[in-house]
């Protein structure tokens, strides 16, 4: 079997934005209308094809795949790790990979996973070691009471609390009363460039008291020494890593018992190989993973699912359950949440398809945002305006509360 060709396959995602550039149709989580999904086909000469996807930039991942494709026509596509390696050097003038070589090396990775189920006529879980279950808790993000009990009508049994600008912890605690005492409540600050180390540890002393899962990314993963210090300082478990790319992004997390979670996005991690190298790495600390999916589509999803089932120490999978709705129309067959779970595909390969027509539908407008796009935290002409501000002010203001 030989390579004869690599698609991409690039698309806005969410309602348009009325004028480009300035959008601010959001979908349902749509990131003002910034958000871009990068699918990938690879062509076989037998008829089979395998099918990825790519974060980590997918407007500029589409050029480096493109790029990659040159290495992989007339290539086997069934030696996946020896076909990883050739690309992973072949790029290595460019400098460390990063997440757009991670996402550009994580969409064929994973189309070439898929051809080889489909040519044996297994899933790629099968072929990772078998499966340790058949379905996936997955968890949904939720800002208020009233979103949590919507999340928690599907069965889910976990919500994540989300800030771009200070954590709001009235809004977490009024979520933790909310969904009770089986349900998990995490707390994701988005690791800003102004959260200090002292700013993240006063929110984790405060999150200590409303028994979450894990308090992820208190500070910016720039500079994993403040990480340490928020991490010694709180008696709270920490997640991070959605924003590295590869084993050796992820390495220092694990080795430095930075984090209790790991939590590789799953279309830039590097591919299904570099996830499952990162979860043995972890398993030997102890230390869990949840993959990202903040941003992803639909056919990383699939990839992380095979990847849950077939390693021990898998703990929920990241989904944007309320999301736009083109994430059921656009591949074949849509994932749909039942009782808090996400079923492990059974089919040849990853057990999904693109739906090319539908794709096509939604061309790729704009793929960056300027955060937060809710208009509140960099409110032009005030203090707020300049985002070093954001948390100490809310500091301030609850040092001010505990002293009146
Ligand atoms: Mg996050």
């Not at 994580?106 to 899933?123: C, Q, R, Y």
């Not at 591919?271 to 190298?277: A, D, H, P, S, V």
């Not at 639909?298 to 095979?306: C, D, I, K, W, Y």
Request: charged share 25%; glycine share 12%.
């Amino acid at each position: 079997m030989k390579i004869t060709g690599v698609e991409t396959h690039l698309l806005q995602v969410g309602a348009r934005p009325a004028v480009p550039g300035l959008g601010t149709s959001r979908g349902a989580d749509g990131h003002g209308g910034s958000r871009n999904w990068l699918f990938v086909r690879v062509l076989t000469d037998e008829g089979i094809h395998g099918v990825g996807e790519g974060s980590g930039w997918p407007r500029v991942v589409r050029a480096a795949v493109e790029d990659y494709a040159n290495l992989l026509i007339g290539e086997d596509p069934r030696d996946v790790d020896r076909l990883w390696h050739k690309l992973y050097l072949g790029s290595m003038g460019h400098g460390l990979l990063g997440t757009v070589g991670g996402g550009a090396l994580s969409a064929i990775e994973m189309a070439l996973w898929d051809i080889k189920g489909k040519a044996l006529g297994l899933p790629v879980w099968q072929l990772l070691g078998g499966r340790f279950r058949d379905r996936i808790p997955v968890y949904g993000h939720a800002k208020t009471p009233e979103r949590a009990r919507e999340l928690m009508a599907l069965g889910i049994k976990g919500v994540k609390v989300g800030f771009t600008g200070a954590v709001d912890i009235d809004a977490v605690a009024a979520v933790r009363d909310a969904v009770g005492s089986e349900v998990d409540v995490m707390v994701d600050a988005h690791g800003p460039s102004w959260m200090t180390p002292q700013d993240a540890i006063l929110v984790g002393r405060e999150l200590e008291q409303l028994d979450i899962l894990f308090y992820e990314d208190p500070v910016a993963p720039e500079n994993l020494d403040a990480l340490e210090r928020v991490r010694d300082a709180l008696d709270v478990p920490i997640a991070a890593g959605e924003r590295v790319a590869t084993l050796w992004g992820m390495r220092p997390y694990i080795e430095r018992d930075l984090v209790d979670v790991i939590q590789p996005d799953t279309g830039r991690a590097g591919g299904i190989t570099q996830m499952r190298k990162m979860a043995a790495m972890a398993e030997a600390h102890f230390i869990t993973m949840a993959p990202h999916s903040g941003s992803l589509g639909p056919v990383a999803e699939f990839a992380a699912l095979h990847v849950m089932a077939s390693i021990p120490n898998a703990l929920m999978l990241e989904r944007v359950e309320f999301d736009w709705p083109g994430r059921a129309e656009v591949v074949a067959p849509a994932l749909r949440t039942v009782d808090g779970c996400l079923p492990v595909p059974d089919a040849p390969g990853l057990g999904v398809d693109l739906m090319l027509e539908e794709i096509a539908k939604h061309p790729s407008v704009r793929n960056v945002a300027t955060f937060p796009d809710d208009g509140q935290a960099f409110e032009p002409g005030t203090a707020a305006e300049h985002n070093y501000f954001q948390t100490r002010r809310a500091r301030a203001r609850r040092l001010r509360g505990r002293w009146e």
